[in-house]
Each structure stands twice: as C-alpha cells, then as structure tokens.
C-alpha cells in the first residue's frame, strides 16, 4: 500500500475484531487498527464482520500501530487533527450544544464550531430544538484562525450517505424486479413504499386490477406489499411500483371465459352520461350503453336510476379483447328465467280460456 500520509482514506478488509479493535488487512507486514467503539452500536455489537470491507482514514503511527479511524472525535479531536480532517475532507464528530445566531454550536472534543441551520439534517422538517443535546458525523468546511472559527456541515455527510446508498441499490432497483417493501405513507394519488431505505410511489392506478378510489381502502401504514418495479431513475430519485402486474390479467382469458349472448351478474362501478360501467369480475368491466337503458324513456337521468355497487344483470353483446372492451346489455337474471320455464311448464288449460291467476293459486 506504500507510505499513508495522515489522512488519506483507505479501503481494507477486515481481517478480524477483538473486544477492543478492530484490524485490517493493509496488504502489508503490519496490520491497520480500528477502535472497535466506532462502530458498535447501541446493544455494544459490532456493525462490521471479518471478510467485510471498510473505508477508514489514516491518522498516523501509535506504539508501531498504524492507526484508522471512519471520524475524528473525542480526545483525537484537538485542533491539529481538525486541521487535518478539514484538509482531508476526514468526518469529525461532534455534539450540538445549543442554539445561536443563524445555527448551532457543536462541541467537537474540547473545540468549539458553527453549524448553520441550512448544513443541519438532510430534507428534513423537525424543529430546530430536534437537534439540540444530539452527538452526530460533521464535515469541516472552513477553518480559519487557527481553529478559533470552524465551520461544518452535517448535511454534506448526510448526502454522501444517500448517494452511497443510491448506488448500492442500483442493481436491485431496476425495472422488471420484484422487490418487498413496506407502506409508510398514504396519499390520494397512491402510497409510499419503504424499499431498503429507499421511498418508491405505488401509485393508485397500479395497486389493484379492480378500480380504487380510496387507497386506505385497501392499503394501511405498515403493511408489507410485494410489487414490481415500473420505473427507475435513481439520478432523479423517482422509482414507481405495481402490484398490480403480480396479478393475473383477466383480459388475456376473457375469450374463453365470456361467450357473446350469455348472461352473467354484475356490478355498477360507474354512472356516466353515456353508460353504466358493470365489473364482471375484478379488473373487468364491461360498458352498457345508454341507448340499452333507454327504451321509451329519452330523458333517463341515469344517476337517479342506478347507484354504484347496485347488482345487475346483463348479457354480452360483443367483446374486445385488443382494445380491452365489452358491450354489455342489460337482461333478465337466470333465476328469473328458471322461473318463468318452470311457470310455463306447470300451466294447466281450464278449457277455452286460462286464467293465469287461477293456476297460481293452484300452487
């Protein structure tokens, strides 16, 4: 790997991880050391394992050790090595203090710097109270008077973390895959889809074959959903999913299914001016026109007459399947013409003249 100077950044494998350290392989005789405590989390585990790779920034020799380190903080933090992290773009830690003129004062071990309020979180709307009391990764973007005024940013840090991110997920973020997520938002033009960290839009119109017009209908914060992806553009950070494309299409069997002249139960899903659109089966709808409603009636305000989700039966006049579309007319139900089969058949002749009602009174 040849001489380090401080502050060079590195990428190794971790060849293993002690209670205290952590080492990497250098490719060299000597091993690079880690402490451990910069990456444990808040059970005290490890977030790295052997065989992974890690980026670190050299900080120099120690005791024959040559030493990493992912930020500078604590008693590492004096101003010689900010000096350093600023001239070598190395994350610093810090903890926000408080509030004054125009952003905040974040104690970085025993040094004191500004943050502006507009450096503070990444697309964020908390208060600026949020931040207050918080230990968070900084990058130094001016240091002047010898440390005496340092100026950082937490949301350059935060913005390298996304871009990262946006790449690791490249390969998994592409059209056609299948992927699992989870609903964190509802809004009436869809819901917003946690994937790996990444926020898709399920849009309405994907979520189901059948029509929705009200997406807490059929989807609530938290659910787990499984859909494909439609779109990708990871540079403009807008990826689109459908669950709908996981399920059967029922026009690629409408022909066989449906036979021109039979009859079938439906229900209305629209009233329109012209017609009523009738779902045979979820994601199928056929059209009956107005002019099959009509009969003597010219003037038939169709909105009065029928109501959405009101049963109906009709027949098909024709099908579609291209242009996805079926003509419907309205019809008696085959239990009316059971019934009226069986009425016929048990009629009885009084003679010259047949009362119907006689015969029903029979029954």
Not at 117 to 127: A, I, L, N, T, V
Not at 237 to 249: G, N, P
Not at 353 to 361: D, E, K, Q, R, V
Request: glycine share 8%; with cysteine; net charge negative.
């Amino acid at each position: 790997m040849g001489m380090l100077q401080n502050g060079q950044e590195i990428e190794a494998e971790v060849v293993a991880v002690t209670n205290d350290c952590i080492f990497l392989d250098l490719n060299e005789k000597s091993e690079g050391v880690l402490d451990r405590s910069e990456l444990n989390d808040e059970n005290g585990e490890c977030s790295v394992q052997p065989g992974q790779k890690l980026r670190a920034y050299f900080i120099g020799e120690r005791k024959g050790e040559m030493r990493f380190t992912t930020k500078i903080s604590g008693e590492a933090a004096g101003k010689d090595m900010l000096e350093n992290a600023w001239k070598n773009g190395i994350p610093v830690e810090g903890r926000v203090e408080k509030e004054i003129k125009g952003g905040y004062e974040v104690k970085i071990g025993s040094v004191r710097a500004f943050c502006p309020y507009s450096q503070m979180g990444f697309r964020q709307k908390e208060e600026a109270s949020y931040f207050l009391g918080q230990t968070l990764i900084f990058k130094i973007q001016e240091y002047k008077e010898n440390g005496k005024n340092i100026l950082i940013s937490n949301r350059v840090i935060l913005e390298e973390k996304h871009k990262t991110q946006l790449k690791d997920l490249e390969q998994k973020l592409k059209v056609g895959a299948t992927v699992n997520g989870k609903v964190v938002s509802l809004q009436k033009y869809g819901a917003f889809v946690d994937v790996d960290g990444f926020q898709a839009l399920l849009p309405i119109s994907e979520i189901s074959r059948q029509r929705i017009d009200d997406v807490a209908s059929v989807l609530q914060v938290g659910q787990e959903i499984t859909a494909v992806i439609i779109k990708a553009d990871l540079e403009n950070e807008k990826v689109s999913l459908s669950m709908k494309s996981l399920q059967a299409d029922p026009w690629n069997t409408v022909i066989e299914k449906y036979k021109v002249d039979s009859k079938y139960r439906g229900s209305i899903a629209r009233v329109t001016d012209y017609g009523l659109f009738v779902t045979l089966e979820p994601g199928l709808d056929g059209l009956v026109h107005i002019s099959e409603l009509q009969g003597e009636n010219r003037n038939l305000n169709l909105r009065v007459k029928f109501k959405v989700g009101q049963a109906i039966d009709v027949s098909v006049k024709a099908i579609d399947a291209e242009n996805r579309r079926i003509s419907l007319k309205p019809t008696s139900s085959n239990e009316q013409d059971n019934a009226a089969q069986k009425y016929m058949e048990n009629q009885v002749d009084d003679g010259d003249t047949y009362n119907p009602f006689a015969a029903l009174l029979k029954k």
